[in-house]
């Protein structure tokens, strides 16, 4: 159970990486702003914002396992609620082909800890778990990006996209 209420952290903190920044003209890509949200929802999950990730979950919005907006809502704050000190270190993510109909995919890793598991990580190079998530977005009427689905698995360091080992390497030198 705690896996799962972990993952469904994880796809809040994805939920708001893709729908934080609205387009602007001549701003970044498409792309580039998927990419930048996933940071900015990293760091709201940390802060244990729940309604504002869940705002940016779409109303037909449904995880791999089912579970309705209200419901992924609960499961973050509960997980939220039983631990402290969380944090969500963004690693590698790929941004799928962005359609003309305003859907995109995205595929990311997260490593996620708390409290004194956090503190350990950094005496002993630990990086936490680890989570792939695959999900897919769409356009709002006013063109922000809102989750309609994620499905989200744990994963060993050695299963990491390249780039994802490389980011842990970085935070984790010895790793």
């Known amino acids: 159970m705690r896996r799962a209420e972990a993952g469904g952290l994880a796809v809040l903190a994805a939920l708001l990486v893709v729908g934080l920044l609205g387009p602007a003209c001549g701003g970044p890509s498409e792309e580039a702003r998927i990419r930048e949200v996933i940071e900015t929802a990293a760091a709201r999950a940390e802060k244990r914002d729940v309604e504002g990730l869940k705002g940016f979950l779409a109303a037909d919005y449904e995880d791999g396992k089912g579970r309705d907006r209200e419901a992924t809502a609960r499961l973050v704050a509960g997980y939220l609620q039983r631990y402290r000190g969380v944090v969500v270190h963004v690693l590698g ?16 890793e997260i490593a996620l800890s708390h ?36 499905d989200w698995d744990e994963i060993p360091l050695a299963g990491l996209f390249p780039e994802s080992l490389a980011v842990l390497k970085e935070l984790f030198p010895g790793l």
């Open 93 to 108: 993510a790929r941004v799928g082909e962005i359609g003309p109909d305003g859907r995109a995919s995205i595929e990311f």
């Open 115 to 150: 409290g004194a598991a956090e503190m350990l990580r950094r005496l002993i190079r630990w990086s936490g778990e680890t989570y792939r998530l695959e999900a897919e977005l769409r356009k709002d009427d006013r063109g922000d990006w809102r989750l309609v689905y994620a």
